[in-house]
């Protein structure tokens, strides 16, 4: 299973599911969504020093999903997601982003995502992957079953 198989799969399945897609980096850099970045604010100049691109964001009017994807589950892609998670100089460097570029008016979920309060509450992250379920308790998980042609969503046992 390639990286750009499990991203498409977990596009398809979001969407499938009634999420917005919001943005994201894909594998190769071959899509029409927007590229998304995450900063800190030690660096708001142009350029990738310490810039996140994650793979996937998506949204619903109660949840917002950033998403990292990978053939195999990926301990390296938990600690990316984990350090959004727990910088909140990130995650507002995030709103301030999707602010910037219109985002949520132009997804229809400008009420939902009004201040960053209502932003941070509805934070999520997600890791996708094809294989077998690795539990974790403290993001959702994603898993494609290429063999059955089966998805599920998971989080914790």
């Not at 850099?29 to 800190?40: F, N, Q």
């Not at 990738?48 to 691109?53: D, I, T």
């Amino acid at each position: 299973m390639r990286e750009d198989q499990v991203y498409f799969h977990t596009k398809k399945w979001f969407t499938e599911n009634d999420y917005i897609l919001i943005g994201g980096q894909p594998p190769n850099g071959s899509d029409r969504i927007p590229v998304i970045e995450i900063k800190t604010s030690a660096n708001t100049e142009k350029g990738s020093k310490a810039v996140y691109k994650p793979d996937l964001l998506v949204a619903t009017n109660t949840v917002f999903i950033v998403i990292e994807c990978k053939p195999l589950f990926s301990l390296t892609d938990i600690e990316k997601l984990t350090e959004v998670a727990t910088s909140l100089d990130r995650q507002r460097m995030l709103f301030s982003e999707l602010l910037q570029r219109n985002t949520f008016e132009r997804k229809g979920l400008s009420l939902d995502y009004a201040t960053f309060a209502n932003f941070q509450k509805k934070l999520r992250y997600c890791i996708s992957y094809g294989g077998k379920y690795v539990p974790r308790e403290d993001i959702y998980s994603l898993v494609h079953n290429f063999s059955e042609s089966k998805t599920t969503l998971w989080r914790g046992d």
